[in-house]
Structures are given as structure tokens and as C-alpha cells.
């Protein structure tokens, strides 16, 4: 069954599409780049796996901790001063991050980064709620996710030429400059969000966090992303170690394959999104999702295997990991009410 008739966006709805867009550019950039000079922070660190793992993980953790704390919070204030407070905080943490000289200041610094970054992501995706129309959310959450492919692209194989040739803190410090940028137009472009202000009933942060948490509906919700989310980072954050040490890929040939995947992502994201808004969006997850437990089978059996294969074999993986991505995230977006979407993303 088709969506209803969708509608153009306005001339200051593309412009916030477009800073959203780069906002998570940037907060993508900036936990996907630890794959990809994770074989070089492994070394330069003297890292094993499994502190890689816990350095990964605490981002995680961070992230979802700060979002049950705030959840009472984000539905109090103005949205963009949300977003201005959190992003500033995510800039912090990444620099951090660039001037840590061990494992356990990077530990600290990625849990920092984590807890400002996780909230940050969540009143992004909270102001395409209020922004976007049901009907033109399809689009927004596909061109906001062509963050991912534009890290892909541009990001990741910049980073890792700047980690390889002036060190791995340069990455980071390559972020935290960009994210200034874009904190700066977060102030000029986008306009105050205060309509969910006036609809507010609980008046306590902790009982407005309990009615959220239990509302069946949108623990269904959480449910569902949770394990979306924990489909992909199982596998993620280790694609750069695994292709070296086990694909025997070499270091200077990653920055092929995350372009590979990153130039499909530009394509497949508004793609998804425009199909999302026309289209039954479960029937376009559930295709998605069988072919990506199909693809995850095949990629993580992958022995000493010519590039050529292995970009093909990436490539159809994250086609069908995008194509479940989108239609999740705009039936996402329909769960929560007005008054309670800050506390529910």
C-alpha cells in the first residue's frame, strides 16, 4: 500500500535538511572513524581487541546512559538550544579524544564524547519529527542519513590519510574543527522549536521519564532500535581490523572499499527515502532485513579474498543494511506524540 501524496519541502526546510545532514556527518564521522585507524590506535596505543572493544563500548554505554538522564529533560526547553548545549559538549569530547596519550584518557574522552553525542543525535532526529510532516519524513530521514555516506566518501578515507601521514590525534582535531563550523550555522539557520512547550503536562523531568518509559507503544519502539542498532555495531567498529588480519586487505586499499560503500550510500539513502513516502515502509524493512542477515553471513565468512570481491560482497551488504535503515527510522518517527518526542528519541 502507497503512503499519501507527499510534499515539497519549503526553502528553510532544505536549508535545516542540509545543516542536520552535516550535524550527523560529523557525529557519525566521529564513532565510525575509530574502525578504520583502529589498526593504528591499536599500535600506536599498545590496544588489544578487547580493549578496542571497551573503548567502542563505552561510547555506546555513555550514549544510552545520557539518554535516560535527559529523557525527562528534552521535552522542557526549546529544541535547538538542546542542540546547541549538547553539540557544543560532543566538541569537547572529541577533542578530548585528540589529546588523549593512552588508553585509559581515551576511554575517558570517548565516554565524554558519547554522553554529548548520543543526545545530540537524539534532538536531531527529534527536530525532523517537528519539522517534516509525516508524509515528507521518508525524504528528511534520508537525506539526514546521507551523513553516513558523505563520512563514508569524503570522511573516513580523509581521516585515514591524516591519521597515517600526521597521526591519528589529527583526525580527531579535523572533526572538532569541522563541528565548530557547523555549531556556528546550528545559530544562524535554524529557528527556535517551541511548539511542544505548550502541550507539556507532567511538570516533574522524572514523571515525564516514567510516563515515556511506560507507555507500551513506545517500548515496542525502543525494542526495535535497540536491536537495529545493535545488528550493525556488532559488526562495524571491527570492519577495518577484520579486513586486514583476516581478508588480508591492505591498509592503503580500506580507503577504496569505504568509498565503494560510502558512494552507494549516497545514492541508496535519498533513494530509500523517497520510496519510504510512496511506499508500504514495513515491506520495504523486511526485504531489507532478510537480505541483510543473508549478507552479514557471507561478509563475516570471508577468508584471503581478491578486493575486487570484497568490495562486492560490501557493497550488497550495506544495500541491504540502508534499505532497512530508512523505513525503520520514518515509522520510527510516528510512534511518539508532539509532547513526548524529545524524552522518546
Known amino acids: 500500500m502507497s503512503q499519501a501524496s507527499s510534499q515539497p519541502f519549503s526553502a528553510y526546510q532544505k536549508r535545516v535538511l542540509l545543516l542536520l545532514a552535516f550535524i550527523q556527518f560529523s557525529i557519525i564521522l566521529d564513532f565510525m572513524i575509530i574502525s578504520p585507524i583502529g589498526d593504528i590506535l591499536m599500535k600506536t596505543l599498545s590496544i588489544g581487541t578487547t580493549e578496542f572493544g571497551?573503548?567502542?563500548?563505552?561510547?555506546?554505554?555513555?550514549?544510552?546512559?545520557?539518554?535516560?538522564?535527559?529523557?525527562?529533560?528534552?521535552?522542557k526547553f526549546d529544541r535547538k538550544?538542546?542542540?546547541?548545549?549538547?553539540?557544543?559538549?560532543?566538541?569537547?569530547?572529541?577533542?578530548?579524544?585528540?589529546l588523549s596519550h593512552n588508553y585509559v584518557q581515551l576511554m575517558l574522552a570517548r565516554i565524554v564524547t558519547g554522553i554529548f553525542a548520543g543526545v545530540s543525535s537524539a534532538a536531531l532526529?527529534?527536530?525532523?519529527?517537528?519539522?517534516?510532516?509525516?508524509?515528507?519524513?521518508?525524504?528528511?530521514?534520508?537525506?539526514?542519513?546521507?551523513?553516513?555516506?558523505?563520512?563514508?566518501?569524503?570522511?573516513?578515507?580523509?581521516?585515514?590519510?591524516?591519521?597515517?601521514?600526521?597521526?591519528?590525534?589529527?583526525?580527531?582535531?579535523?572533526?572538532?574543527?569541522l563541528a565548530l563550523g557547523i555549531l556556528l550555522a546550528i545559530g544562524l539557520i535554524l529557528q527556535p522549536v517551541t511548539a511542544h512547550l505548550s502541550q507539556q503536562h507532567d511538570k516533574n523531568p522524572f514523571a515525564h521519564f516514567l510516563k515515556v518509559l511506560s507507555n507500551t507503544d513506545y517500548q515496542k519502539g525502543f525494542a526495535a532500535v535497540m536491536f537495529l542498532a545493535i545488528g550493525g555495531f556488532m559488526i562495524m567498529p571491527f570492519t577495518a581490523p577484520f579486513l586486514?588480519?583476516?581478508?588480508?586487505?591492505?591498509?592503503?586499499?580500506?580507503?577504496?572499499?569505504?568509498?565503494?560503500?560510502?558512494?552507494?550510500?549516497?545514492?541508496?539513502?535519498?533513494?530509500?527515502?523517497?520510496?519510504?513516502?510512496?511506499?508500504?515502509?514495513?515491506?520495504?524493512?523486511?526485504?531489507?532485513?532478510?537480505g541483510a542477515v543473508i549478507m552479514v553471513f557471507v561478509y563475516t565468512n570471508l577468508s584471503v579474498?581478491?578486493?575486487?570481491?570484497?568490495?562486492?560482497?560490501?557493497?550488497?551488504?550495506?544495500?541491504?543494511?540502508?534499505?532497512r535503515m530508512t523505513p525503520a527510522m520514518a515509522l520510527n518517527s510516528m510512534v511518539a506524540k508532539p509532547e513526548d518526542r524529545g524524552a522518546y528519541m
Open 125 to 177: 532526529f527529534t527536530l525532523v519529527i517537528d519539522i517534516f510532516a509525516p508524509q515528507q519524513r521518508g525524504r528528511a530521514m534520508g537525506v539526514v542519513q546521507m551523513g553516513f555516506g558523505v563520512s563514508q566518501v569524503v570522511g573516513i578515507p580523509l581521516s585515514i590519510y591524516i591519521a597515517t601521514h600526521l597521526g591519528w590525534e589529527s583526525s580527531f582535531i579535523a572533526i572538532v574543527i
Open 54 to 75: 571497551l573503548v567502542v563500548s563505552a561510547y555506546a554505554f555513555s550514549a544510552a546512559i545520557a539518554g535516560i538522564v535527559a529523557a525527562g529533560f528534552m521535552d
Open 244 to 290: 586486514i588480519n583476516n581478508v588480508q586487505v591492505t591498509a592503503a586499499q580500506l580507503p577504496l572499499i569505504y568509498l565503494s560503500t560510502g558512494l552507494l550510500s549516497l545514492v541508496m539513502m535519498p533513494l530509500m527515502g523517497k520510496f519510504s513516502d510512496s511506499y508500504d515502509r514495513f515491506k520495504l524493512f523486511t526485504i531489507g532485513s532478510i
Open 305 to 323: 579474498t581478491p578486493l575486487w570481491l570484497v568490495i562486492v560482497v560490501n557493497v550488497l551488504l550495506f544495500v541491504c543494511i540502508l534499505s
Open 81 to 98: 538550544k538542546l542542540l546547541v548545549w549538547f553539540f557544543s559538549g560532543f566538541i569537547i569530547g572529541t577533542l578530548a579524544c585528540a
